[in-house]
Protein backbone atom coordinates (compact mmCIF):
# COMPACT_ATOMS: atom_id res chain seq x y z
CA UNK A 1 0.00 0.00 0.00
CA UNK A 2 1.53 3.39 -0.84
CA UNK A 3 1.60 6.86 1.26
CA UNK A 4 -1.31 8.11 -1.02
CA UNK A 5 -3.28 5.06 -0.28
CA UNK A 6 -2.83 4.75 3.67
CA UNK A 7 -3.58 9.00 3.74
CA UNK A 8 -6.81 8.48 1.48
CA UNK A 9 -8.28 5.79 4.12
CA UNK A 10 -7.30 7.84 6.81
CA UNK A 11 -9.01 10.93 5.35
CA UNK A 12 -11.77 8.25 4.47
CA UNK A 13 -11.83 7.26 8.07
CA UNK A 14 -12.06 10.83 9.32
CA UNK A 15 -14.78 11.67 7.13
CA UNK A 16 -16.98 8.26 8.31
CA UNK A 17 -15.98 9.83 11.43
CA UNK A 18 -17.81 13.01 11.39
CA UNK A 19 -20.64 11.64 9.33
CA UNK A 20 -21.10 9.46 12.36
CA UNK A 21 -21.07 12.69 14.75
CA UNK A 22 -23.41 14.44 12.73
CA UNK A 23 -26.29 11.38 13.46
CA UNK A 24 -25.51 11.77 16.82
CA UNK A 25 -26.40 15.26 17.15
CA UNK A 26 -29.27 14.75 15.20
CA UNK A 27 -29.81 11.83 17.84
CA UNK A 28 -28.98 14.54 20.78
CA UNK A 29 -31.78 17.06 19.46
CA UNK A 30 -29.14 19.44 17.52
CA UNK A 31 -30.11 18.52 13.97
CA UNK A 32 -33.67 18.46 13.49
CA UNK A 33 -33.18 16.08 10.74
CA UNK A 34 -31.37 13.95 8.92
CA UNK A 35 -29.51 14.27 5.68
CA UNK A 36 -31.91 10.93 4.58
CA UNK A 37 -34.79 12.73 6.13
CA UNK A 38 -34.39 15.81 3.78
CA UNK A 39 -35.65 16.63 0.43
CA UNK A 40 -33.20 17.42 -2.38
CA UNK A 41 -33.62 21.58 -1.74
CA UNK A 42 -32.75 20.95 1.70
CA UNK A 43 -30.13 18.69 1.37
CA UNK A 44 -28.74 21.35 -0.85
CA UNK A 45 -29.48 24.18 1.62
CA UNK A 46 -27.05 21.81 4.12
CA UNK A 47 -24.42 21.50 1.85
CA UNK A 48 -24.54 25.07 0.84
CA UNK A 49 -24.04 25.92 4.53
CA UNK A 50 -20.78 23.98 4.92
CA UNK A 51 -19.57 25.48 1.64
CA UNK A 52 -20.30 28.88 3.29
CA UNK A 53 -17.74 27.84 6.06
CA UNK A 54 -15.16 27.04 4.05
CA UNK A 55 -15.54 29.68 1.57
CA UNK A 56 -15.95 32.34 5.09
CA UNK A 57 -12.24 30.45 6.66
CA UNK A 58 -10.61 31.12 3.20
CA UNK A 59 -11.68 34.61 2.77
CA UNK A 60 -10.63 35.22 6.32
CA UNK A 61 -7.93 34.02 5.41
CA UNK A 62 -7.11 36.96 2.77
CA UNK A 63 -6.23 39.55 6.04
CA UNK A 64 -5.05 36.66 8.79
CA UNK A 65 -2.79 33.74 8.66
CA UNK A 66 -4.50 30.87 6.82
CA UNK A 67 -6.09 28.71 10.09
CA UNK A 68 -5.43 25.15 7.91
CA UNK A 69 -7.05 23.30 10.93
CA UNK A 70 -10.26 25.17 11.08
CA UNK A 71 -10.26 24.73 7.05
CA UNK A 72 -9.63 21.28 7.25
CA UNK A 73 -12.53 20.41 10.02
CA UNK A 74 -14.91 22.60 7.35
CA UNK A 75 -13.91 20.52 4.51
CA UNK A 76 -14.51 17.26 6.49
CA UNK A 77 -18.27 18.35 7.03
CA UNK A 78 -18.54 19.23 3.56
CA UNK A 79 -17.55 15.74 2.62
CA UNK A 80 -19.68 14.02 5.19
CA UNK A 81 -22.73 16.14 4.24
CA UNK A 82 -21.87 14.58 0.53
CA UNK A 83 -21.30 11.43 1.40
CA UNK A 84 -24.61 11.40 3.94
CA UNK A 85 -26.59 12.62 0.58
CA UNK A 86 -25.01 10.20 -1.39
CA UNK A 87 -26.14 7.47 0.47
CA UNK A 88 -29.37 8.92 0.27
CA UNK A 89 -29.58 8.75 -2.94
CA UNK A 90 -28.65 5.11 -3.15
CA UNK A 91 -31.36 3.95 0.06
CA UNK A 92 -33.77 5.55 -2.36
CA UNK A 93 -33.13 3.97 -5.54
CA UNK A 94 -32.58 0.55 -3.26
Request: charge should be negative.
Amino acid sequence: MSYSDVRYWKIAKEIEGERLRQEQLYREGFHAKTIQMCSQLERLAILTEEIGEVAHEVCDGINRPLDKAHLREELKQCAAVCAAWIEALDKEQA
